[in-house]
């Protein structure tokens, strides 16, 4: 079975600049999450789908982040502009139903 | 609001000593436990969780996890450490909402070091 996908892997850009990030879950999961982890400290949630619906969305900074699920498949999670203390790895985990999250490689974003 | 707490930022254990790695929860409602591995540049893989039924509980590579619901403690333990084991666990809790498994809450992670 194919994990979780994610890319790009690594993405440097400088303050004031926009960024995207891709996922691809587990085939057939329901559920797709996104969180942020900054280093030394545990993953936060960002925003969590329910095929294509949006079921929390309350730690996202809406000012500048977005995210979008199309057809309940793929998500994409934007940033625009990018500060500084966005610096983090960006994962993104998917889950058939209540059970354990599938995590992807992450996508480790370092603004300048 | 749910919060994990792991009190321990590192945890030095000898190979072939058994090894526990603490974790406390908050959270209302039951609470559904997981416990994942972090390796470097990896992303998180999952080791055990509690949902409901027996307290103990086995997972991957040989570890268990003990919930305690008076204690509100669900401690990582492995009867005979590896130098392989060695890497960030992190505890993480979460509640079902009846729409679906709520977004998991992660404590800050233990590094787990292993001496040969």
């Known amino acids: 079975e194919a994990g979780v996908a994610q890319s790009p892997r690594y993405k440097i850009i400088e303050k004031r600049q926009s960024v995207a990030f891709w996922c691809n879950p587990i085939s057939g999961h329901a559920t797709l999450y996104w969180y942020q982890q900054i280093l030394g400290q545990g993953p936060k949630l960002l925003i969590q789908?329910?095929?294509?619906?949006?079921?929390?969305d309350s730690q996202l900074p809406k000012d500048r982040f977005s995210a979008e699920r199309l057809k309940g498949v793929d998500s994409t999670l934007k940033i625009q502009p990018a500060k500084l203390e966005d610096s983090a790895v960006y994962l993104c985990a998917s889950s058939p139903n209540f059970n354990e999250q599938y995590f992807g490689p992450g996508t480790r974003l370092t603004v300048t | 609001a749910q919060s994990v707490a792991q009190p321990e930022d590192q945890v030095n254990v000898a190979e072939g000593n058994p090894l526990t790695v603490k974790c406390t929860y908050s959270v209302s409602g039951n609470p559904y436990l997981f416990w994942y591995v972090q390796y470097p540049n990896r992303g998180l893989q999952f080791l055990l969780k509690y949902i409901t039924g027996d307290n103990l509980v086995k997972g991957s590579y040989g570890f268990e996890a003990e919930f305690n619901k008076s204690q509100t403690s669900f401690h990582l333990k492995k009867p005979s450490a590896l130098v392989s084991d060695s890497a960030l666990y992190f505890c993480a809790v979460t509640t079902y909402s009846g729409g679906g498994a709520d977004g998991l809450t992660f404590g800050k992670g233990t590094h787990l070091i292993i001496q040969p």
């Open positions: 789908f329910q095929n294509n619906g949006v079921v929390d």
